[in-house]
């Protein structure tokens, strides 16, 4: 008997979300990065284990948006949250509730979706921060369990997928069982070089930079790529290529090595800057960048 469950996995900008969804996965489906924000579409995580296919849907950070992509990126979870059949908000040990938490929960509410609650990043914490926050979580919604996680280090991950599988039902799979996600490899390739970008660079350039893969051609031993970089103003484009192009490189490089361990070949990337104004304002842009609304 197979069963299936779709879990949308939310809560606010950098709590962990993503690392969660790698650490259950045990393979690399989402870019992270310290910086909040980074994931900005819905990522499918598929874990199929037996008889049983959870689908994970990481979500972005849930914020108020100050531009048409976070409108996109907020809506994204929204619509998410919409066709799941449970959720796991994940929050961090801060003892009282968020604007953002609160918002996300009413979501629920009104719903009326299960969920968990994912204490994320404990190995940082007290025990009596983390007390607190589980009090104040639960006597703000009923969750069906709570479960305190460190997901950079593996701590509590088997737990919170052993609690999910209450949310499995008879069904068929929608995806097959030697898959760990829907992304295609353009679209991987799109999200690495944009982590290397959120790595590298300082300040608020990250958040004002998109990837487009133009070309994406597979030989019997080496891919080409060719990606160009969007940014949002002439002098971010000098900061990006770098002083003599030492940043473009080294963001290229990193890039390039990850990809080819990935793809498990060589690979030969591109990579071209240009400048699109204020493209996060630009639905046009965002429409040809990728960010469409479903």
């Known amino acids: 008997m197979k069963r299936t469950a779709f879990i949308a996995i939310v809560g606010r900008p950098n709590v962990g979300k993503s690392t969660l969804l790698n650490a259950i996965l045990g393979e690399k489906v989402a870019i992270v990065s310290k910086r909040p924000q980074t994931t900005r579409n819905r990522i499918t995580g598929i874990h199929t284990v037996g008889d049983d296919q959870f689908v994970f849907l990481d979500t972005p950070g ?40 609160a918002g996300i929960i009413e979501n629920l509410k009104k719903q009326e979706l299960p969920a968990v609650l994912a204490v994320n990043k404990v190995d940082g914490a007290t025990a009596v921060s983390i007390a607190r926050t589980i009090a104040a ?4 919604y009923e969750f069906d369990a709570v479960v305190p996680l460190s997901a950079k280090n593996g701590k509590g991950v088997d737990t919170v997928v052993e609690e999910c599988k209450r949310y499995l039902q008879e069904s068929i799979w929608f995806f097959p069982d030697d898959i760990v996600t829907d992304q295609t490899e353009r679209q991987m390739a799109a999200e690495i070089i944009r982590e290397k970008l959120l790595r590298t660079l300082s300040d608020e350039i990250p958040h004002g930079t998109a990837v487009s893969i133009e070309d994406f051609a597979e030989g019997e031993s080496l891919v080409n790529i060719r990606a160009e970089i969007y940014c949002e103003r002439q002098s971010h ?21 990850e990809l080819e361990r990935l793809y498990g070949t060589k690979v030969n990337l591109e990579l071209w800057v240009r400048v699109k104004e204020k493209w996060r304002d630009s639905q046009f842009n965002l429409n040809d960048l990728g960010y469409k609304p479903e």
């Open 237 to 257: 484009k000098g900061i990006i290529i770098g002083k003599g192009g030492a940043t473009l490189k080294k963001i290229g490089t990193e890039a390039r090595l």
């Open 137 to 140: 979580y639960a006597a703000a």
């Open 62 to 101: 849930m914020h108020r948006p100050r531009t048409k992509l976070g409108d996109y990126m907020v809506k994204a979870v929204g619509d998410t949250l919409g066709g799941a059949d449970a959720a796991i908000l994940v929050v961090e040990p801060r003892e009282a509730i968020g604007d953002i938490e």
